[in-house]
């Protein structure tokens, strides 16, 4: 079994936009693993070099997947790509009668927008026998009164949208994963000193009384990448977290 994981991506190369940080750089280290030759693109060109540097990867880019025009840019000298998984976002977090619209635009700049903009510019690149994966959330199975039902509607399209695109890219397979709360730097980035209080009263409600790791759902990202007839899923890795 191990050696089945070891070469499920051989020589494939994957690109991971939210490859530098949390579910996205272990996605990018198990891609690694399964003999993948893993691009990484983060929003901080630095912390994206270091990365790199630090986990062997393939090369790394830097872009803001808010501004097509970077997109295109980062993704310019890749000649062809097998597995595109786009994970990079933020916690788009305020009330709909209350936040700034422009800033709550951010939640589907960041997802559907970016994705849209992002298979423009690989356009025939994308290999046909490959695959693409995006990521949603628990948010969009079980909302909440804190400001999340932009965000929650952005995740949730970004479901409806792999759906479609399983017929308008096929043969390429396209997906989505749903994690639950997952221990990654978003958290602190988010909550900064509400995050530990934050988590201690998550973990009293959820079944495993404890988050997601990053390892945990970046397993499932190469799941998704190297099971061959993974189509038009979603994929949820939340502990059970919808149930409550
Ligand atoms: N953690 C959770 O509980 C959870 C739950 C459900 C869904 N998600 C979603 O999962 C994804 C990854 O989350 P995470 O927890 O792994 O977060 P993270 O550790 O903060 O990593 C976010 C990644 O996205 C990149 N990024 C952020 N904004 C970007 C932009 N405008 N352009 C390009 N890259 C950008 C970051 O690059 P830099 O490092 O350079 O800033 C980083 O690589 C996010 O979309 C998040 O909404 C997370």
Do not use: C
Not at 203 to 213: I, Q, V
Request: glycine fraction near 10%.
């Amino acid at each position: 079994m191990a050696d089945v994981i070891a070469n499920s991506l051989p020589d494939r190369s994957v690109v991971i936009f939210g490859g530098t940080s949390g579910i996205g750089l272990s996605a990018a280290q198990q891609a690694k693993a399964a003999g993948a030759k893993v691009v990484v693109v983060g929003f901080d060109p630095a912390g994206a070099e270091r990365v790199a540097a630090e986990n062997g990867f393939a090369g790394w880019r830097a872009a803001d997947v808010t501004r097509p025009e970077t997109i295109v840019a980062a993704l310019a000298d890749i000649a062809h790509v097998d597995h595109l998984v786009l994970l990079a976002g933020t916690f788009v977090a305020g009330k709909v009668l209350e936040a700034d619209v422009a800033y709550l635009h951010r939640a589907f700049n960041e997802r559907v927008w970016a994705a849209v903009h992002t298979l423009r510019a690989l356009g025939d690149r994308l290999a046909t026998d490959g695959s693409v994966t995006f990521i949603s959330g628990v948010l969009a199975d079980r909302p909440n009164a804190y400001g999340t039902a932009v965000l929650a509607a952005a995740s949730a399209g970004m479901e409806a949208l792999a759906r479609g695109l399983a017929l308008e890219l096929a043969p390429r397979r396209v997906n989505t994963l749903s994690p639950g709360t997952t221990d990654t730097p978003l958290l602190a980035r988010t909550l900064g000193e509400g995050r530990d209080a934050y988590v201690a009263a998550l973990k009293e409600k959820l079944p495993l009384h404890r988050l997601g790791t990053p390892a945990e759902v970046g397993a499932a990202v190469v799941f998704l990448m190297s099971n061959s007839f993974m189509n038009g899923e979603t994929l949820h890795v939340d502990g059970g977290s919808r149930l409550v």
